[in-house]
């Protein structure tokens, strides 16, 4: 990160700047992702050993939490980027041999990028029984038909692949109608609409809608199979949190520090900022606030590595709620200090609260999170025979 991540953040932006596309794909990241493989640092988040340097869940929580302090560059430099991550997983577990040859070594390799095509814009995507694209079968194949917004990483160079979660069989149960698909993004009847801004902002690699007409697609190509679409979702998400929260922390460290190095280096009526008692109490308010969340993000980490995903499920909930939540107040309180400059792209501030801001909204917003915490709460205390923490007495 010292000797060759954060110098290369300026001459990111200034490639970027010369080439006049938002979605240019820069030589500087070829010479990062060069020099990290070079390393060992490569696809560190593969918990299979197979595939990658298989490292626990909790073994590659700091690590990406050291990445997240530059996350333009860092997680893609490392191939370690969503939702590439998310999906190499995806065909690890649930891909067929040809889809690992296909598709699965070059995303290993970083020659590819993909996108995961799930939320749509004209239903509630939040509660996933809502999904509408059509799969429907014709012999040996399946005919899509729908539109999806929000497919990160679509817009990328170098992207090749999407995985496309739709709707197979409508009359099944209601977690049992979706199911998941590997389809190339160059595939007749896709058309890209759109990009997405996010607060203004058009990320280099892009959140696209896109339309599925008459897209025909090999039945060979279907995910573990029909109504299996929930089944993949959990066990896709559950990993990929741990890798937000940890990147907003570093991204909450980051912030701190620029808040402090501001701090110390701006007078305002005869005294630095620093000796101010208010901007004193959000530094300490911040340190409190990272070592609270860093630590509950390792323990639903552990729980993962040691008891499984289902039995972490309150923890993954949690950390997906209290990680962006903290690190945007410690990114507004840094915004703050830096004045009007924080406001600008002079420094990384301003961006990073609006990728923090719509990490409260991605993978499900917080109060579906809430809600699910609640649930699983009542139902502890709603068993037969378990006794009050008030009063002994049973419920």
């Known amino acids: 990160m010292d000797e060759w991540v954060y110098p290369a953040e300026a001459v990111y932006e200034r490639q970027m700047l010369e080439s006049a596309d938002p979605h240019h794909h820069p030589a500087v990241m070829e010479e990062l992702k060069a020099e990290a493989r070079r390393r060992g640092l ?30 333009h560059l860092a997680p893609e430099a490392c191939n370690c980027s969503a939702p590439d991550t998310g999906n190499m997983e995806v065909l690890t577990l649930f891909g067929t041999d040809e889809h690992k040859e296909k598709y699965l070594r070059p995303l290993l390799d970083g020659t590819i990028r993909s996108a995961f095509a799930m939320t749509e814009p004209d239903v509630a995507s939040s509660d996933a029984t809502n999904i509408q694209l059509r799969m429907d079968r014709d012999g040996d194949e399946y005919v ?31 977690h049992r109608q979706q199911s998941m698909m590997v389809v190339p993004i160059d595939a007749p009847g896709i058309s890209l609409v759109r990009n997405l ?25 279907l995910l573990k199979g029909e109504g299996e679409g929930f089944a993949i979702s959990q066990a896709r998400l559950g990993p990929g949190r741990i890798h937000h929260c940890m990147r907003a922390i570093g991204m909450a460290e980051r912030a701190l520090e620029m808040l402090c190095q501001r701090a110390d280096s701006r007078v305002t009526f005869g005294a630095p900022l620093s000796e101010r008692a208010n901007i004193q109490d959000w530094i300490a308010e911040a340190r409190i606030e990272i070592e609270m969340t860093r630590l509950l993000t390792l323990k639903a980490a552990w729980m993962m590595d040691t008891v499984g995903n289902k039995e972490a499920r309150t923890e993954i909930a949690a950390i997906k709620i209290a990680a962006p939540r903290m690190a945007l107040e410690i990114v507004d309180r840094a915004i703050q200090v830096h004045g009007g400059g924080g ?16 990490l409260r909204l991605a993978d499900g917003p917080d109060e579906v999170h809430k809600r699910a915490i609640a649930l699983w709460e009542l139902r502890k205390h709603r068993e037969p025979g378990m006794t009050s923490a008030w009063t002994g007495s049973r419920p």
């Open 42 to 71: 490569w696809n560190l988040f593969h918990p299979h050993p197979e595939w990658g340097p298989g490292l626990t869940n909790l073994e590659y929580a700091p690590l990406a939490e050291i990445m997240g302090r530059s996350v």
């Open 144 to 174: 899509l038909n729908g539109r999806k917004w929000f497919a990160s990483n679509a817009m990328h160079k170098n992207c090749a692949v999407l995985i496309v979660m739709g709707k197979t069989d409508p009359d099944a149960p209601a």
């Open 197 to 221: 801004p996010v607060f203004g902002y058009t990320d280099r690699e892009g959140h696209a809608e896109i339309e599925f007409t008459d897209v025909r697609v090999p039945a060979r190509d």
């Open 343 to 358: 406001v600008t792209d002079d420094f990384p501030l301003a961006s990073a609260w609006a990728h923090l801001r719509t």
